[in-house]
């Protein structure tokens, strides 16, 4: 669907309509599983942390393609063959985990 390249000389399969459809696709998936798992957060401050985190998510995307551009490497790792690596399927994982584990520690104590 995407015609609008996010950033196409760090990762040029990622469009803007991409990154807006996992936005709001984290937002969705954040409250459903809020609504589940977590009660001590209020609609908004789930809503504004989904968000958050898919952006954190896409930085960090973006973080590895540009780490292997700069490198001129085109998979990360061998470890799983045909998946560019194991940094490749956890890149959009590192920043959410840091951002979420110390706002929760901060904030929710």
Do not use: M, N, W
Not at 51 to 63: A, C, I, P, T
């Amino acid at each position: 669907f995407g015609k609008r390249k996010l950033a196409p000389e760090i990762s040029p399969g990622k469009t803007v309509e991409g990154t807006l459809g996992y936005l709001a696709g984290s937002v969705v998936g954040g409250c459903l599983g809020a609504s589940f798992l977590v009660t001590e957060l209020d609609a908004i401050e789930v809503i504004a942390l989904s968000g958050v985190l898919s952006v954190l998510g896409q930085v960090g995307d973006l973080f590895e393609s540009l780490i292997k551009r700069v490198f001129a490497v085109k998979d990360a790792g061998t470890l799983l063959p045909g998946h560019g690596g194991l940094l490749d399927r956890l890149d959009s994982l590192i920043f959410p985990a840091v951002f979420a584990t110390t706002y929760l520690k901060v904030f929710h104590p």
